[in-house]
């Protein structure tokens, strides 16, 4: 492609030049890339230019002059030049579909998959983007970040729209929305699900990461949105928000709404009333919090045109999602695995299996390493106080020792549910502990992990998954 099609606002000196790709990635250019100088990141991708001019870079695209012989472009904001010229190269694929995107700190997987349900009942083929994979048709490919690199993003839909695909629904985290991976997209729907600690060490504090989320609400983002009337922060979006928003809950005056919620572990039950528009809600997922994920699903489908019998039924028909309330039933006890890795989270899970459990409750946890240290504490207590008993162990410790996270976390246990919780750095050890200990009619609850399938270790993924490990130790008669 031409220079001038992919970057519109470069010179005419350079319109011509000849590009062969996009890239951010010095390790990554080839003979003709257009290399861009991505700044606010872990490095600064300006200290790389010199290296993609070696290897063969058409042209440099910069925030500032750098060090280079080729051409370079000064732009005022190399991440969203960087994002609108990945959309281009592969022919605005966003443009011909429809986009579906959610951002929140909890629910955002499995409000996506419910949505994609309802839009495949309304008579759409839809894609998913987000923290499992990317998926469309038969094909799946892991995901290695919640929302992927622009590149990554706009060859994916690249792909689903040669594939057939329509509807596109997709999970936009806040580090995406601060480091502008969707600049250029303009999403048919969007929705907000909720806001909790998370990630504070990128975003220092909870006000830049509440509103890094909030940047998907402006008109230059989303046609139009669903937001959470129950969350502080949601409501801040609908009093400041300048685009058309429905809100959902179930505690304050919402467009959407929830009563008479009944749960068990099969699932839950409730009336909705969308804009007056009344019905059943039937899911597979238990949790009050699978109310809140189904009723922002149910609302962005709604301001998309869907019917209300086509929103009941994707509902109603998706049974699973991979790594969120997924149940194990042992002999005697039941386990559950879910991806809670934040202390709102961790309560959620722990209280909603208090709803319906008939004995103990046992906890298996742990945090994540080079991650915000501010939320161990945090879920300590959460686990502490909302569980019969609590085993801390590694999550991913990446470059820290299992023990300092361990110890962080224990910080925040009250004294007096001291007795009430041990620790095992080793996560298999962990696990294989809490069923042991587990008696009749317990509940086991494996969290932080979900359907990761790996532990990363100094540097290295090693193969893992909780639950193919737990359903291992069952079948080996080794857990009595």
Not at 259 to 270: N, T
Request: proline share 3%; hydrophobic share 40%; charged share 25%.
């Amino acid at each position: 492609m031409k220079l001038k099609e992919v970057l519109p606002e470069c010179s005419e000196q350079w319109g011509e030049l000849e590009i062969s790709d996009v890239c951010h990635e010095s390790d990554k250019v080839r003979q003709g890339s257009l290399f861009f100088c991505l700044a606010g990141g872990k490095a600064d991708g300006h200290d790389f230019a010199s290296d993609a001019e070696k290897k063969g870079a058409a042209a440099i695209v910069c925030q500032k002059k750098v060090n280079v012989s080729c051409p370079q472009l000064l732009v005022q904001n190399t991440r969203q030049a960087f994002a609108r010229a990945a959309a281009a190269f592969c022919g605005n694929p966003a443009r011909k579909l429809k986009m579906f995107g959610i951002t929140g700190t909890n629910g955002k997987t499995t409000t996506s998959y419910i949505l994609a349900e309802i839009l495949a009942a309304a008579g759409e083929r839809v894609g998913l983007i987000g923290t499992n994979c990317i998926r469309y048709n038969s094909v799946c490919i892991p995901a290695t970040l919640t929302t992927p690199d622009p590149m990554t993003l706009h060859t994916a839909l690249k792909d689903m729209l040669s594939a057939g695909i329509t509807a596109v629904v997709m999970e936009v985290s806040a580090h995406a929305l601060a480091l502008d991976k969707t600049a250029g997209i303009l999403f048919d729907a969007a929705g907000f699900t909720n806001v909790s600690q998370d990630h504070l060490d990128f975003f220092g504090n909870m006000q830049a990461y509440a509103d890094a989320k909030m940047r998907l609400f402006r008109p230059s983002c989303a046609k139009c949105a669903a937001v959470n009337v129950d969350d502080e922060t949601g409501q801040k979006i609908l009093r400041e928000g300048a685009i058309p928003m429905a809100g959902y809950g179930r505690n304050n005056p919402a467009d959407v709404f929830g009563i008479d919620l009944r749960m068990s572990a099969e699932g839950l039950r409730y009336i909705i009333n969308i804009e007056d528009d009344i019905g059943e809600v039937k899911f597979a997922l238990p949790g009050s919090f699978n109310m809140y994920n189904t009723l922002c699903a149910a609302a962005m489908a709604h301001l998309a045109g869907v019917k209300t019998n086509d929103i009941l039924r994707g509902i109603r028909s998706l049974k699973r999602v991979d790594g969120r309330f997924n149940v194990i039933s042992a002999e005697n006890f039941t386990v559950i695995v879910d991806f809670a890795h934040t202390d709102d989270g961790l309560r959620n899970i722990i209280t909603s299996v208090r709803e319906f459990a008939t004995a103990r409750i046992l906890t298996v946890f742990g945090c994540g390493g080079n991650r915000d240290k501010t939320k161990r504490a945090a879920m300590g207590r959460v686990a502490a106080e909302c569980s019969d008993f609590t085993v801390v162990t590694a999550d991913n410790p990446r470059d820290e020792d299992p023990e300092d996270i361990i110890r962080d976390i224990m910080r925040g246990v009250p004294p007096e549910r001291a007795h009430c919780v041990t620790t095992e750095p080793n996560r298999e050890k962990a696990i294989a502990y809490a069923l042991r200990t587990a008696q009749k009619g317990d509940v086991v609850i494996v969290a932080g992990k979900g359907a990761e399938r790996y532990q990363e270790i100094k540097g290295v993924k090693y193969a893992y998954n909780d639950e193919e490990y737990i359903m291992r130790l069952l079948q080996s008669g080794s857990i009595s």
